[in-house]
């Protein structure tokens, strides 16, 4: 089970730190990977972390804005937000599975957190 936390509503230029607490089983084999569904639009690559956590990979909308980590330790996954803007709220849904910018390779998914941004 992934459990996404760290959502909510902010103005245009802070940072929001979101997590992916990860329970029920160890997801250190999986690549884990954040998406995110803005109303009315298909769900969208956001970043990944490969296993190990040696690689990372981000949609060029984050790139420089964006960083994704994990604590295996903690079984968490995280996604660091910093200089928001409007377009990126959205809802974000933390993924395991194949390390890849394609949806279907992932096979567990948390329920979301909602990230509001207004300017």
């Known amino acids: 089970q992934l459990q996404a936390s760290g959502g909510g509503s902010v103005q245009a230029g802070v940072s929001l730190r979101l997590s992916c607490a990860a329970s029920g089983r160890t997801f250190s084999s999986y690549s884990m990977a954040w998406f995110r569904q803005a109303p009315g639009k298909e769900r969208g690559f956001v970043a990944a972390?490969?296993?190990?956590?040696?690689?990372?990979f981000y949609a060029d909308s984050v790139k420089g804005r964006f960083t994704i980590s994990a604590d295996n330790a903690k079984n968490t996954v995280y996604l660091q937000m910093n200089s928001l803007k409007p377009e990126d709220t959205a809802v974000y849904y933390c993924?395991?599975?194949?390390?890849?910018?394609?949806?279907?390779?992932?096979?567990?998914w948390g329920q979301g957190t909602q990230v509001t941004v207004s300017s």
């Open positions: 993924a395991a599975g194949s390390y890849s910018t394609y949806i279907g390779t992932y096979r567990y």
């Open positions: 972390i490969r296993r190990g956590g040696y690689r990372t």
